[in-house]
């Protein structure tokens, strides 16, 4: 079976690299140069050539601050694009695997853990965008298994952890909010998981949404401790802050923890615990 995976030079497209070595399918692995998603009908003449039966969507716009300031492409990433998508797979009988994230919820209270059928409250462009997204696919009619997720991190790219690793390394002193909690996710684990699920055909009558981040929770001051400590940087002095320290152009959600019993129960895979999958990807890393 072809499957073609696109925003492949990302975080969670390097890990599925990683996790489809070994697999029996064939993986067409594509980022801006070799496939624009914006492209609608470059996106259905990849699919149709290659006779693609599922397509795992890594690309999105992420740059949450950015976003603020570049609303249009945003949109077009984040919702045209997955549009795109969503048709040319619905039109050769396929399967679209589509990330998405924790933002839909941004602007809910409470401190529950979200559960997929929690009403969504984006605030800010990403997760207004994230959104559009989600509902491009649901107005499509394609068969569709959306996994949101949060706090993504790894050995690639730009991520929290490998920039905690550099602050901690140079500062002697650092400031981290203590005010929003979440459950960073390992993209190792996503894209395994993902990789699971497609090569055991386990998305077949399972379409849906999803969540998936790594077990526990934490806030982003415990997450940089936890770094710090692994990576042997105990010289820098980690003290907790509030958010509006740091202005930002985006409210970004104060408790963002998944509740993953839904994807658990429906596809039996066990989820790592975080800071389990934060030792390991500082391993790597050092």
């Not at 945003?74 to 039109?91: F, S, W």
């Not at 589509?98 to 559960?115: A, C, E, K, M, W």
């Not at 696919?137 to 949060?150: D, F, H, L, N, P």
């Not at 019993?261 to 895979?269: A, D, N, Q, R, V």
Request: aromatic share 10%.
């Amino acid at each position: 079976m072809n499957i073609l995976v696109t925003g492949a030079n990302g975080q969670l497209g390097n890990c599925l690299r990683n996790a489809a070595a070994s697999s029996r399918d064939n993986y067409i692995f594509t980022d801006v140069a070799e496939l624009d998603i914006t492209d609608a009908a470059a996106v259905a003449g990849m699919v149709k050539e290659h006779d693609v039966k599922v397509v795992i969507n890594c690309a999105a716009y992420t740059n949450v601050e950015k976003a603020e300031d570049d609303a249009e492409f945003a949109e077009l990433l984040n919702a045209g694009a997955v549009r795109n998508l969503a048709e040319a797979v619905k039109e050769n009988d396929g399967v679209l695997v589509h990330v998405s994230t924790d933002y839909v919820f941004g602007g809910n209270l409470g401190n529950t853990p979200r559960n997929e059928s929690e009403p969504v409250n984006p605030t800010g462009v990403y997760g207004v965008t994230k959104l559009h997204g989600e509902e491009a696919i649901a107005e499509s009619g394609v068969k569709a298994v959306v996994i949101r997720t949060a706090w993504l991190y790894s050995e690639y790219g730009k991520n929290f952890v490998k920039t905690m690793l550099s602050l901690t390394a140079d500062k002697p002193a650092l400031k981290v909010v203590f005010d929003q909690a979440g459950s960073p996710t390992y993209a190792q684990d996503l894209a395994d998981a993902i990789f699971n699920i497609v090569e055991s055909r386990s998305y077949e009558g399972n379409e849906g949404v999803y969540h998936y981040s790594n077990e526990g929770v934490c806030s982003w001051y415990d997450f940089t401790k936890m770094i710090a400590e692994y990576a042997g940087h105990a010289a820098c002095d980690i003290q907790p802050c509030h958010s509006d320290e740091f202005p930002s152009k985006v409210i970004r959600p104060a408790y963002s923890v998944l509740d993953k019993t839904k994807f658990k129960e429906t596809f039996g895979l066990k989820v790592p615990y975080w800071t389990e999958s934060l030792r390991k990807c500082i391993k790597n890393l050092k």
